[in-house]
């Protein structure tokens, strides 16, 4: 045990990390390695969502928006200040996060289905609202930005300096988002899942602890956001849509809400599964909505949630140790009903 | 004189906007109606309910500009065929997730939304498709003591109309309703009753989804056809149904009058505001789900906790 961790798991995840740091210079061709560039930044994204849906139970249709906030932020740093993108992420992900922690207030009234569709809303309005700034945000033609340069002195090519820096940006935040939930803040946040009258009577703050949760999910949609500007060299209002609010709440629902993993396995699937399913449909929109219809039919705990579950059985049946619990969230907990039936 | 002409035009001008409101209000208080109907059976909202409108537009089209099928008797296939694709959608979809967490319940109906939408697009495509008013209500406005009204907006009010008081004659009048009233409130009571509870949501979707198809056939006109068309309508209409109070039908249609009038107000008397309007949309349901969450003709929810 190191850490807290057992040796098993630490020996998995560096191996996975290590094929992560050398994939892109053995394996990945350049659009491979962008795809899985963007599979990071995703799974920045999705860690952020994961600590508002999957810990705290607030479910946001709408995160979309604050990522719209964060690549916004680096595109019009860079096109009116001429700041370079290495210098914009941080404020791409405090002005996000900013943001995220003052719609937190409204939604603190908001219960379960009513933020869900105040979130809704809110996704759907965003592109008009960039639309609508037009000096500020370059109106519907969006910002054309130049292509991000490796640093000179690097041997690498531009996709593989995105690449690297887009996987270590994730795995710092990663880090990050673990020792929050693993700590103190994380058990608030999981008892205001659970139960927010017992939460509050046992002297937890629901305002603190719901806006944090909210501030800290935005922060990190906001850096996603200004990493995939860096990576695409181009903002346009269209592209923070409703399908991309939705495509995030899929990709932590079949990942697994609740659980640290399943933000990686829940980008994988949103990057990777509308480039296959192009070749089947034209569109992916059929293809995410069987899944997400059949995840929640068979695995409501997502993927991650789902193998936890098979692997604490399997510890059980072995008649081993008793396993750790691994507190697969429930989709929602008792508080997200408006009205149970 | 000058400025009373000024004044009588401007006047006419306002009329003629709330006329208008009124109207496109009309689109937004059938498919507010059908989530209403869908959250008074199950206490959640289906996010699904535009798209499903959508393809049902879609169904109405090919009725009436591919086989020529007369206009009113598509409108009204259409609406049965809505029907009974809800209660399909219900008894296949909805059933396994029926005594699940309310989000699991939005969770699926938005996986609907991408299967709609996505079936909607590879059967008939994204390029745009003009759809034909009613034949017998005439293009052109008539003008009625100087204010000039559009013929077809007064048919989309009084189809709005019609329907709500369908469905309260429905609700009000007939066992049918009578049992799905009761299996929406008390649904333990109602099955020792003998009312088949399950049946009774079947038929608030299959209900929900012809109001819905409606909604599609009534706005299509005005808007082009494609599959995104609804999508801005669901945000009003969502809007509308907070507004009215979301468990409350008449409520609905009223906050759908409401919303319309407002944004056609704001669209034409704030500079810049057009654009914005789906922003407003935002600001409504936001507003009102913290000032008055029960709506304007809702009653409040008390809960012992």
Redesign the interface.
Same mark, same amino acid.
């Given at each position: 045990m190191i850490l807290g961790i057992d040796r098993r798991t630490w020996a998995v995840a560096a191996a996975l990390l290590l094929l992560a740091l050398l994939a892109p210079l053995f394996v990945l061709d350049r659009f491979n390695t962008l795809q899985f560039a963007r599979v990071w930044i995703f799974a920045i994204a999705l860690i952020g969502l994961n600590v508002l849906t999957g810990y705290s139970g607030q479910?946001s249709?709408g995160n979309g928006a604050f990522m719209a906030i964060g690549g916004y932020t680096t595109a019009i740093l860079y096109w009116k200040l001429r700041i370079p993108y290495g210098w914009t992420i941080l404020p791409a992900g405090l002005l996000a996060g900013l943001a995220g922690y003052l719609f937190g207030f409204?939604a603190l $009234?908001?219960s379960?289905?009513?933020l %869900?569709? %105040?979130t +809704?809303?809110?996704a759907?309005?965003t592109p008009? *609202?960039i $639309?609508?700034m037009g000096p500020l945000t370059g109106g519907h033609e969006g910002i054309v930005l130049p292509q991000a340069l490796a640093p000179v002195g690097l041997d690498l090519t531009n996709e593989q300096w995105l690449y690297y820096l887009a996987l270590a940006i994730a795995v710092a935040l990663f880090l990050f988002g673990r020792a929050m939930l693993g700590g103190g803040t994380g058990r608030a946040l999981r008892a205001i899942r659970d139960g927010e009258?017992a939460a509050s009577a046992s002297g937890i703050s629901l305002t603190y602890y719901k806006t944090l949760a909210f501030g800290v999910s935005a922060f990190y949609a906001g850096v996603a956001g200004s990493l995939d500007t860096t990576l695409t060299a181009y903002v346009n209002p269209d592209a923070f849509d409703?399908p991309l609010s939705?495509a995030l709440? *899929?990709g932590a629902?079949v990942g697994g809400l609740g659980t640290l993993g399943g933000p990686v396995l829940g980008a994988t699937f949103i990057v990777w599964l509308p480039i296959y399913a192009q070749r089947i +449909?034209? &569109?992916?929109?059929?293809s995410?909505?069987?899944?997400?219809?059949l995840v929640? +039919?068979l695995v409501?705990q997502g993927i991650a949630g789902g193998a936890l579950r098979l692997l604490a059985w399997r510890r059980r049946r072995a008649g081993g140790r008793p396993a750790p619990d691994p507190e697969p969230a429930? *989709?929602?907990?008792?508080e %997200?009903?408006?009205?149970? &039936? | 004189m000058g400025i009373e002409l000024a004044a009588s035009s401007l006047l006419e001008g306002l009329v003629q906007q709330v006329v208008t409101g009124l109207a496109t209000g009309a689109v937004y208080a059938s498919l507010a109606l059908a989530l209403v109907l869908v959250f008074r059976s199950m206490h959640a909202l289906n996010f699904a309910q535009g798209e499903m409108a959508m393809f049902g537009t879609f169904i109405a089209w090919t009725l009436i500009t591919q086989l020529h099928v007369n206009y009113y008797l598509a409108f009204g296939l259409t609406i049965a065929i809505s029907m009974a694709g809800g209660v399909a959608i219900e008894r296949v979809i909805i059933r396994p997730v029926e005594r699940a967490p309310a989000l699991t319940v939005v969770l699926v109906t938005l996986g609907l939304f991408f299967v709609v939408n996505g079936a909607a697009g590879l059967i008939w495509g994204y390029v745009v498709k003009a759809f034909p008013g009613p034949p017998g209500f005439p293009q052109a406005p008539v003008a009625v003591a100087g204010v000039s009204i559009g013929v077809q907006d007064l048919f989309l009010i009084a189809v709005t109309l019609v329907l709500l008081a369908a469905l309260y004659a429905f609700f009000r009048f007939t066992r049918l309703g009578l049992a799905m009233r009761a299996a929406a409130l008390y649904p333990e009571t109602s099955r020792l009753l003998g009312v088949h509870t399950g049946r009774m949501l079947a038929l608030g979707w299959g209900l929900a989804a012809g109001v819905g198809a409606v909604s599609g056939m009534l706005i299509a006109p005005i808007e082009f056809l494609d599959p995104n068309l609804m999508q801005p309508v669901l945000l009003y209409a969502l809007a509308s149904a907070v507004l009215g109070g979301i468990e409350n039908p008449a409520g609905a249609v009223v906050g759908g009058f409401v919303v319309g009038v407002m944004l056609a107000l704001i669209g034409t008397y704030v500079p810049g505001a057009r654009d914005l309007r789906l922003a407003f949309g935002l600001v409504i349901i936001v507003a009102v789900l913290l000032v008055r969450p029960a709506g304007l003709l809702g009653r409040p929810h008390v809960a012992r906790v």
């Amino acid at each position: 045990m190191i850490l807290g961790i057992d040796r098993r798991t630490w020996a998995v995840a560096a191996a996975l990390l290590l094929l992560a740091l050398l994939a892109p210079l053995f394996v990945l061709d350049r659009f491979n390695t962008l795809q899985f560039a963007r599979v990071w930044i995703f799974a920045i994204a999705l860690i952020g969502l994961n600590v508002l849906t999957g810990y705290s139970g607030q479910v946001s249709l709408g995160n979309g928006a604050f990522m719209a906030i964060g690549g916004y932020t680096t595109a019009i740093l860079y096109w009116k200040l001429r700041i370079p993108y290495g210098w914009t992420i941080l404020p791409a992900g405090l002005l996000a996060g900013l943001a995220g922690y003052l719609f937190g207030f409204p939604a603190l $009234k908001l219960s379960g289905l009513y933020l %869900a569709l %105040a979130t +809704f809303a809110l996704a759907l309005a965003t592109p008009p *609202v960039i $639309k609508a700034m037009g000096p500020l945000t370059g109106g519907h033609e969006g910002i054309v930005l130049p292509q991000a340069l490796a640093p000179v002195g690097l041997d690498l090519t531009n996709e593989q300096w995105l690449y690297y820096l887009a996987l270590a940006i994730a795995v710092a935040l990663f880090l990050f988002g673990r020792a929050m939930l693993g700590g103190g803040t994380g058990r608030a946040l999981r008892a205001i899942r659970d139960g927010e009258t017992a939460a509050s009577a046992s002297g937890i703050s629901l305002t603190y602890y719901k806006t944090l949760a909210f501030g800290v999910s935005a922060f990190y949609a906001g850096v996603a956001g200004s990493l995939d500007t860096t990576l695409t060299a181009y903002v346009n209002p269209d592209a923070f849509d409703l399908p991309l609010s939705l495509a995030l709440l *899929v990709g932590a629902v079949v990942g697994g809400l609740g659980t640290l993993g399943g933000p990686v396995l829940g980008a994988t699937f949103i990057v990777w599964l509308p480039i296959y399913a192009q070749r089947i +449909f034209s &569109r992916p929109d059929i293809s995410y909505g069987v899944i997400l219809i059949l995840v929640m +039919f068979l695995v409501p705990q997502g993927i991650a949630g789902g193998a936890l579950r098979l692997l604490a059985w399997r510890r059980r049946r072995a008649g081993g140790r008793p396993a750790p619990d691994p507190e697969p969230a429930p *989709v929602a907990g008792p508080e %997200a009903g408006a009205g149970s &039936r | 004189m000058g400025i009373e002409l000024a004044a009588s035009s401007l006047l006419e001008g306002l009329v003629q906007q709330v006329v208008t409101g009124l109207a496109t209000g009309a689109v937004y208080a059938s498919l507010a109606l059908a989530l209403v109907l869908v959250f008074r059976s199950m206490h959640a909202l289906n996010f699904a309910q535009g798209e499903m409108a959508m393809f049902g537009t879609f169904i109405a089209w090919t009725l009436i500009t591919q086989l020529h099928v007369n206009y009113y008797l598509a409108f009204g296939l259409t609406i049965a065929i809505s029907m009974a694709g809800g209660v399909a959608i219900e008894r296949v979809i909805i059933r396994p997730v029926e005594r699940a967490p309310a989000l699991t319940v939005v969770l699926v109906t938005l996986g609907l939304f991408f299967v709609v939408n996505g079936a909607a697009g590879l059967i008939w495509g994204y390029v745009v498709k003009a759809f034909p008013g009613p034949p017998g209500f005439p293009q052109a406005p008539v003008a009625v003591a100087g204010v000039s009204i559009g013929v077809q907006d007064l048919f989309l009010i009084a189809v709005t109309l019609v329907l709500l008081a369908a469905l309260y004659a429905f609700f009000r009048f007939t066992r049918l309703g009578l049992a799905m009233r009761a299996a929406a409130l008390y649904p333990e009571t109602s099955r020792l009753l003998g009312v088949h509870t399950g049946r009774m949501l079947a038929l608030g979707w299959g209900l929900a989804a012809g109001v819905g198809a409606v909604s599609g056939m009534l706005i299509a006109p005005i808007e082009f056809l494609d599959p995104n068309l609804m999508q801005p309508v669901l945000l009003y209409a969502l809007a509308s149904a907070v507004l009215g109070g979301i468990e409350n039908p008449a409520g609905a249609v009223v906050g759908g009058f409401v919303v319309g009038v407002m944004l056609a107000l704001i669209g034409t008397y704030v500079p810049g505001a057009r654009d914005l309007r789906l922003a407003f949309g935002l600001v409504i349901i936001v507003a009102v789900l913290l000032v008055r969450p029960a709506g304007l003709l809702g009653r409040p929810h008390v809960a012992r906790v």
